[in-house]
């Protein structure tokens, strides 16, 4: 019923920016939870922004003042603006999404395909 796409990684020097981007289809009412994790060389998966239906977000302190997690309704799209990048954010990212599918309350919960991320020094 759902699917995401994931696109917009690549490599890019130490300072510079990217916009990573998890495109959903399929049948969605709406968005219940958005997060991104990363998988960086050696470490295990792990949360860097998430966001709920509510407006809270939340940020892996590494990326806190510089990541941003938002989304576009009318393309069911969630996005991670990622400004002032550093080495230390090297990994393949994932997003995370939960929709709700119907109006009975039904959800889905999948994983992007996962993009990589290189910034070199």
């Known amino acids: 019923q759902v699917q995401l796409a994931q696109s917009g990684g690549g490599l890019v020097q130490a300072g510079g920016s990217l916009r990573l981007s998890c495109a959903a289809s399929g049948s969605i009412v709406s968005f219940n939870y958005m997060g991104w994790f990363r998988q960086a060389p050696g470490k295990q998966r792990q949360l860097v922004a998430e966001?709920?239906?509510?407006?809270?977000?939340d940020y892996a302190e590494s990326v806190k003042g510089r990541f941003t997690i938002s989304r576009d309704n009318a393309k069911n799209t969630v996005y991670l603006q990622m400004n002032s990048l550093k080495p230390e954010d090297t990994g393949v990212y994932y997003c995370?999404?939960?929709?709700?599918?119907?109006?009975?309350?039904?959800?889905?919960?999948?994983w992007g395909q996962g993009t990589q991320v290189t910034v070199s020094s």
């Open positions: 995370n999404v939960e929709t709700q599918i119907d109006t009975a309350g039904g959800t889905w919960n999948g």
């Open positions: 966001a709920t239906t509510g407006g809270s977000t």
